[in-house]
């Protein structure tokens, strides 16, 4: 099996194409090449179909901060150490600051670390990985742009069938769209900008920073190559001020961050990354017995807390734990497909919340007084961490024993 691309691989394609699979996946990119991956490594003939035709094809907006919540995943499917070899950086406790004080991570406070490597080598890398699968059939240069019932036809007019169809085709999903798939789409009301810089220093604590500047946010880590992302998340009603000169408005605005990055002696090596709008959009992952949706065509979030990728694993880690023994065996495929959406609750629950927070409004008190406890209480901090890096569910942090003692926290903290 591998990567079949250009003129090699259309002789190939013609005969693969012939043929039925067990599953069809749409789209090679994270979500698309992890569950292809899996599913070969449990001994199913996967066609992966991308519509880009080099393998080297990746997406280009994308911070690729990989939440510490997709360590374990990342490392039971054995990407962990192949991304650290192409030089990936992981951060270990992001600082974060607010109005009340920084909130410092404690040397071991036991939330995993995160993970970035760029989307120019991921990408590449994770087809690499999938292509070398037996079992699975890259094919690039392959759009998807009709459906059957159990089937694809792609852009050359071949129909393929398999059992299941995997849109994993990203926030626009074609798969979604033709398969009538309805959208619930909610606003954001932060544009964010970035920028990768050689030589900055971080003057914050932890390996990485985040500001919570209400309603702004901005953020400062490491990435592969020694590089430094720093980034801005403004509310839209600062738009004005980025349309003239975008990036003397975002110099400015990393100028003014406390304890910000220092980048006197450091060198800017990419233009400015980002986008004025990114609605959130969200769809059935299981809208048709014989079609499931993973990664961004399922949710496709606030790209705000940078949870994407990490739920492109993650879905699709779900997607082939609760279907490929079923493909392989002939067993209910229904059944397995609802303990898939069952195991996707977990990203709805986040998507709820981070809907809420991109529409970029003040804290609340209780959000307020949560942030304020952690800057003096590890055992809040480390909650609010693990939360951040959703690691565990939403209710490490949003339950009644943190609410009391965050509370408590902030009543002894007053002045008498
Ligand atoms: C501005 C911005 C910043 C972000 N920053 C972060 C971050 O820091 N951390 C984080 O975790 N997430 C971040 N995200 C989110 C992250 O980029 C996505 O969640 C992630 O790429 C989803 O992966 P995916 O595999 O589901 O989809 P995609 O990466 O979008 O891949 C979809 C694939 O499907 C292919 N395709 C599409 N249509 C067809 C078709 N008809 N036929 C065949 N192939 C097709 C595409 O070419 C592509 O390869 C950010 C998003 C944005 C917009």
Redesign the pocket.
């Known amino acids: 099996m591998g990567t079949h691309h250009g003129c090699q691989r259309h002789a190939l394609g013609r005969t693969l194409l012939s043929m039925d699979y067990d599953v069809i996946i ?7 090449c992890t569950a292809a991956t899996e599913y070969g490594r449990a001994g199913l003939r996967v066609a992966l ?4 035709r080099s393998p080297q ?1 990746h ?1 280009t ?7 510490g919540g997709t360590h374990e995943v990342l490392r039971r499917l054995g990407f962990w150490q192949p991304m650290l070899d192409r030089g990936a950086a992981v951060t270990t406790g992001l600082g974060v600051w607010t109005d009340a004080g920084w909130i410092v991570p404690a040397p071991g406070h036991g939330v995993p670390p995160a993970i970035s490597l760029r989307r120019s080598k991921l ?1 590449p890398l994770l087809r690499e990985i999938a292509a070398g699968t037996p079992g699975v059939d890259l094919l690039m240069g ?4 009709g459906l059957v019932e159990s089937g694809v036809v792609t852009d050359a007019g071949r129909t393929l069938r398999a059992r299941l169809v995997v849109g ?8 979604a769209r033709l398969a009538g798939v309805p959208e619930d789409v909610a606003p954001n009301e932060r544009f ?1 900008f970035w920028a990768y810089y050689e030589g900055a220093e971080m003057t914050g604590p932890g390996d990485g920073q985040v500001w919570q500047l209400d309603p702004d946010i901005a953020v400062c880590v490491q990435v592969d190559d020694g590089l430094t992302l720093v980034g801005v998340f403004p509310a839209k009603e600062r738009l004005a001020e980025f349309a003239d000169d975008r990036l003397a408005a975002f110099d400015r605005f990393v100028a003014r961050l406390p304890g910000g990055p220092s980048l006197s002696g450091a060198r800017r090596v990419s233009n400015l990354v ?2 004025t709008d ?1 609605p959130c959009v969200r769809r059935d992952p299981v809208p048709r017995p014989w079609l499931a949706l ?4 399922a949710t ?2 606030d ?1 705000v807390p ?7 694993f993650r879905s699709a880690e779900w997607l082939t734990d609760a279907t490929a023994g079923p493909l392989r065996d002939g067993g209910d495929l229904g059944r397995a497909l609802r303990r898939y959406r069952r195991a996707h609750q977990f990203i709805d629950k986040y998507d709820d919340i981070g809907r809420q927070d991109a529409l970029a409004t003040p804290p609340n008190a209780l959000q307020r007084a949560i942030r304020a406890a952690a800057v003096s209480d590890p055992w809040i901090a480390r909650r609010l961490a693990a939360f951040g890096m959703r690691a565990e569910a939403p209710s490490v942090l949003l339950n009644p024993k943190v609410v009391a003692r965050a509370l408590l926290t902030r009543r002894a903290a007053r002045p008498a």
Request: net charge negative; proline share 2%.
């Open positions: 749409v789209g090679a990119s994270i979500a698309g179909l991308e519509r880009h094809a997406k907006l994308c911070g690729h901060f990989i939440l990408d392959h759009r998807v742009t994993a085709d990203g926030h626009h999903s074609a798969v964010l980002g986008t990114y993973i990664g961004d065509a496709a979030s790209p940078a949870v994407g990728c990490g739920w492109a």
